[in-house]
T-cell receptor, first 113, second 110 residues
């Protein structure tokens, strides 16, 4: 069966520091991968998605970037964090095809101070 | 662009039925989804319905779709305290991307 992992689970970082959040998927090949951000008490905002290694699409301009160095690994990064980057970051995968059901990881809570 | 709207909050008593509503604007939606998010956790897929269906039932969950009105609802029968969570409606478009509503916080009172 497929599983999706995210780490770390929680992260507290100072403003201006770099960021690297990792997401990995097991049990599937060539998944579509997604990064979402959820501000406190609010809905989901799609940040990036990837349909293959090295292929990244950005949905909103921002301070963050994403990379997909391997088929089942998706990384969210920043060179310098802002206070507004605080939130709950969710990674998701989908098998691709006509029905794009997405399956979510447990999330990373980021607090920028 | 596409828009998905949900009411923010719903409170019910344990044992009652809950009905969470969602409206969307994209007439080319292919699938519509309901996800559940418990505090501090990721989203859990509850159920989904293909856009050419009117209803889908899965144990205590019933999904109703009115495609003409672009209205989706999730009914939870015999609501339990463990059902307290945020429920997200989402639709997928022809490009197979999901658009999420803002979530409905369901509070179940004992």
């Amino acid at each position: 069966s497929q599983t999706i992992h995210q780490w770390p689970a929680t992260l507290v970082q100072p403003v201006g520091s770099p960021l690297s959040l990792e997401c990995t998927v097991e049990g599937t090949s060539n998944p579509n991968l997604y990064w979402y951000r959820q501000a406190a008490g609010r809905g989901l905002q799609l940040l990036f998605y990837s349909v293959g290694i090295g292929q990244i699409s950005s949905e909103v301009p921002q301070n963050l970037s994403a990379s997909r160095p391997q088929d089942r690994q998706f990384i969210l990064s920043s060179k310098k964090l802002l206070l507004s980057d605080s939130g709950f970051y969710l990674c998701a995968w989908s098998p691709g095809g006509l029905q794009e059901t997405q399956y979510f990881g447990p999330g990373t809570r980021l607090l920028v101070l | 662009g596409e828009d998905v709207e949900q009411s923010l909050f719903l409170s019910v008593r344990e044992g009652d039925s809950s009905v969470i509503n969602c409206t969307y604007t994209d007439s080319s939606s292919t699938y519509l989804y309901w996800y559940k998010q418990e505090p501090g956790a990721g989203l859990q897929l509850l159920t989904y319905i293909f856009s050419n269906m009117d209803m889908k039932q899965d144990q205590r969950l019933t999904v109703l779709l009115n495609k003409k009105d672009k209205h989706l609802s999730l009914r939870i029968a015999d609501t339990q305290t463990g059902d307290s969570a945020i429920y997200f409606c989402a639709e997928s478009d022809a490009g197979n991307m999901l658009t999420f509503g803002g979530g409905t916080r369901l509070m179940v009172k004992p």
